[in-house]
């Protein structure tokens, strides 16, 4: 069964860079049927989507964030990752990633989520 | 401003039929992208309800169905429970944007 489990620090100061990591079991990130993202919540808030790379490694940004925005694979531990700069209060959020399929036909798959929270 | 348009909030007995509705465009409902439903129950992650017009996951039930007209669809909830209370979300793909977008969500309220 896949299992999507997010990593990374839960505090990040203003103007930093925000990094996680989404570890992937019982999936590849080179099934050539999926594309792998990630997507935010703000607490109390929807669902934004942030970013999403496929099995060749080409990636897809949200046109509001894609100045801020890195989404890259590592295919030897089966994780993908992201990246956020110059982040601010507004970035603050529960981070999802996430399994969606390329023909999107199906909806997404998601990991249980982790909270960044970007205070000083 | 969320790029798919929900209401806020909807509510019913148990027992009653609700519905959700989700407002797009020609650029993504308009233009044959599939709509898909999440359920959410607050502090969790959303789960996937139903993805186009028929298909649940495993254990969804059929009292959950969607309805489709024009740049609009509506998923409804018949024969309500107390378990359905949560947050709903309809998501789909928008090509003006090339980008996946979402409802703003409708908070569901068994009364």
């Known amino acids: 069964q896949l299992q999507l489990q997010q990593s990374g620090p839960g505090l990040v100061k203003p103007s930093e860079t925000l990094s996680l990591t989404c570890t992937v079991s019982?999936?590849?990130?080179?099934?050539?049927?999926?594309?792998w993202g990630w997507i935010r919540q703000p607490p109390g808030k929807g669902l934004e989507w942030i970013a999403s790379?496929?099995?060749?490694?080409?990636?897809y940004y949200n046109p509001s964030i894609k100045s801020r925005v890195t989404i890259s694979p590592d295919t030897s531990n089966n994780q993908f990752s992201l990246r956020l700069t110059s982040v601010t209060a507004a970035d603050t959020a529960v981070y999802y990633c996430?399994?969606?399929?390329?023909?999107?036909?199906?909806?997404?798959?998601w990991g249980q989520g982790t909270l960044v929270t970007v205070s000083s | 401003q969320s790029v798919l348009t929900q209401p806020p909030s909807v509510s019913g007995a148990p027992g009653q039929r609700v519905t959700i509705s989700c407002s797009g465009t020609?650029?993504?409902?308009?233009?044959?992208?599939?709509v898909h439903w999440y359920y959410q129950v607050p502090g969790t992650a959303p789960k996937l309800l139903i993805s186009?017009?028929?298909n649940r996951p495993s254990g969804v039930p059929d009292r959950f169905s969607v309805s489709k007209s024009g740049t609009s669809v509506s998923l409804a909830i018949a024969g309500l429970q107390a378990e359905d209370e949560g947050d709903y979300y309809c998501?789909?793909?928008?090509?003006?944007?090339?980008?996946?977008?979402f409802g703003g969500g409708t908070k569901v309220t068994v009364l």
């Open positions: 186009g017009d028929t």
């Open positions: 996430a399994r969606h399929p390329l023909t999107m036909i199906l909806g997404f798959y």
């Open positions: 790379i496929d099995y060749g490694g080409r990636t």
């Open positions: 020609s650029s993504n409902i308009g233009a044959g992208y599939d």
């Open positions: 019982g999936g590849s990130i080179t099934d050539s049927t999926y594309y």
């Open positions: 998501q789909s793909f928008d090509s003006s944007l090339s980008a996946w977008v």
